[in-house]
C-alpha cells in the first residue's frame, strides 16, 4: 500500500486485455489513466491506495475502446473523481456513453484535450500531452482513420518528475506516434515507455523505439489473449536493443517508485 512516502509511484495494474494505470505523486495526489475492461481495477486500487483514500483528483482515458472505458464506470460508483480528461472524438458505444452518464450525472465536466496541453501538479509533477495534435484528431475524425473506437488517436501522455519520465501511449499506432515526436519538442529520450497497444506490431518500430531509448519497457497485456499481443516482432526489437521488458501477464501489478532521479520496481503477481 503507498502512503505519502514523497516518492512518485506509477502503478501498471493487471486488468487482463487492457490498460490501467495507477499514479500516486508525491505529496499523494491520485491519477488514473485508463480503467481497463472491466471492474478489476477497483482490485488495484484497493492494494496500492489507503482504505480511507475515495478520491481519484484526475482521471485520464486514452480513448473510448472498451478494454480502457468499462473500468471507469465501476470507478465512477465508488470514487469521487476530481478532473477527468479525455480526448475530443465522437463515439456512440454502450460503455463510453454509460460513463459519460455517470460523470453527468455526478456534475463531473469534461475537458478534452490536445497535444501541447499541459496539467501541472503542484508537487514538482507534470502531465504533458503529447498528441493526438487538435489538426490529426479534427482531420482524421470520425470517419477517416480514427474510426469509432479512437485507437488510432490514443491520448499519449508525458509523466514528468524531476529527471524521471514515463510516456503513457494508450493504443497508439505508429503514424500516431511518429506525428508525436514530430511535433514535439525535446522530451525524448523517457525513462519508461509504456509499449503502445498491448504490445501489438502496428504500434511501434525500430526506429520510433530508438528514437525514445528507454531503460525500461511496459507491456499491459492479457494472458493468452485472442490477439496474440504481444507481437513477436515487438519483443525482438526489444531484445535487441536490450531494453528491460515487463509485462502484467507475467508480472502482475508492476510498481515503479522514483524520487525524480532514480527509480526502483515492486513486482506483485
Same mark, same amino acid.
Given at each position: 500500500?503507498?502512503?505519502?512516502?514523497?516518492?512518485?509511484?506509477? &502503478?501498471?495494474?493487471?486488468?487482463?486485455?487492457?490498460?490501467?494505470?495507477?499514479?500516486?505523486? @508525491?505529496?499523494?495526489?491520485?491519477?488514473?489513466?485508463?480503467?481497463?475492461?472491466?471492474?478489476?481495477?477497483?482490485?488495484? $486500487?484497493? *492494494?496500492?491506495? @489507503?482504505?480511507?483514500?475515495?478520491?481519484?483528483? $484526475?482521471?485520464?482515458?486514452?480513448? @473510448?475502446?472498451?478494454?480502457? &472505458?468499462?473500468?471507469?464506470?465501476?470507478?465512477? #460508483?465508488?470514487?469521487?473523481?476530481?478532473?477527468? &480528461?479525455? +480526448?475530443? $472524438?465522437?463515439?456512440?458505444?454502450?460503455?463510453?456513453?454509460? %460513463?459519460?452518464?455517470?460523470?453527468? /450525472?455526478?456534475?463531473?465536466?469534461?475537458?478534452?484535450?490536445?497535444?501541447?496541453?499541459?496539467?501541472?501538479?503542484?508537487?514538482?509533477? /507534470?502531465?504533458?500531452?503529447?498528441?493526438?495534435? *487538435?489538426?490529426?484528431?479534427?482531420?482524421?475524425?470520425?470517419?477517416?482513420?480514427?474510426? +469509432?473506437?479512437? +485507437?488510432?488517436?490514443?491520448?499519449? /501522455?508525458?509523466?514528468?518528475?524531476?529527471?524521471?519520465? &514515463?510516456? %503513457?501511449?494508450?493504443?497508439?499506432?505508429?503514424?500516431? %506516434?511518429? +506525428?508525436?515526436?514530430?511535433?514535439?519538442?525535446?522530451?525524448?529520450?523517457?525513462?519508461?515507455?509504456?509499449?503502445?497497444?498491448?504490445? /501489438? #506490431?502496428?504500434?511501434?518500430? %525500430?526506429?520510433?523505439?530508438?528514437?525514445?531509448? @528507454?531503460?525500461?519497457?511496459?507491456?499491459?497485456?492479457?494472458?493468452?489473449?485472442?490477439?496474440?499481443?504481444?507481437?513477436?516482432?515487438?519483443?525482438?526489437?526489444?531484445?535487441?536493443l536490450n531494453i528491460k521488458t515487463l509485462r502484467t501477464d507475467e508480472d502482475g501489478d508492476i510498481e515503479i517508485v522514483t524520487d525524480g532521479e532514480r527509480y526502483g520496481l515492486k513486482l506483485k503477481n
Amino acid at each position: 500500500m503507498i502512503y505519502n512516502d514523497r516518492k512518485l509511484h506509477v &502503478v501498471f495494474c493487471d486488468v487482463g486485455q487492457g490498460d490501467a494505470i495507477f499514479i500516486r505523486t @508525491p505529496n499523494g495526489s491520485d491519477i488514473l489513466v485508463d480503467g481497463g475492461p472491466d471492474d478489476s481495477v477497483l482490485s488495484c $486500487l484497493g *492494494k496500492h491506495m @489507503p482504505f480511507w483514500d475515495r478520491e481519484i483528483e $484526475l482521471v485520464m482515458l486514452s480513448h @473510448p475502446h472498451a478494454d480502457h &472505458v468499462i473500468g471507469l464506470i465501476a470507478l465512477s #460508483k465508488y470514487y469521487k473523481i476530481g478532473t477527468f &480528461v479525455t +480526448e475530443n $472524438l465522437k463515439n456512440n458505444t454502450f460503455g463510453y456513453q454509460t %460513463l459519460l452518464q455517470s460523470l453527468s /450525472s455526478q456534475k463531473i465536466k469534461i475537458n478534452y484535450i490536445y497535444a501541447g496541453d499541459k496539467l501541472k501538479i503542484k508537487d514538482g509533477v /507534470s502531465v504533458e500531452f503529447v498528441g493526438p495534435s *487538435k489538426d490529426f484528431v479534427l482531420v482524421n475524425s470520425p470517419d477517416g482513420l480514427i474510426g +469509432e473506437s479512437g +485507437e488510432k488517436a490514443s491520448l499519449e /501522455s508525458l509523466i514528468k518528475y524531476k529527471d524521471f519520465s &514515463v510516456l %503513457l501511449t494508450g493504443d497508439s499506432q505508429e503514424m500516431e %506516434l511518429e +506525428e508525436a515526436l514530430r511535433q514535439a519538442q525535446g522530451f525524448s529520450p523517457v525513462s519508461i515507455l509504456q509499449i503502445p497497444h498491448h504490445g /501489438s #506490431k502496428t504500434g511501434l518500430n %525500430l526506429t520510433l523505439l530508438q528514437r525514445l531509448s @528507454p531503460k525500461l519497457a511496459i507491456i499491459s497485456v492479457g494472458k493468452d489473449n485472442k490477439y496474440g499481443h504481444p507481437a513477436k516482432e515487438v519483443l525482438k526489437i526489444l531484445n535487441d536493443l536490450n531494453i528491460k521488458t515487463l509485462r502484467t501477464d507475467e508480472d502482475g501489478d508492476i510498481e515503479i517508485v522514483t524520487d525524480g532521479e532514480r527509480y526502483g520496481l515492486k513486482l506483485k503477481n
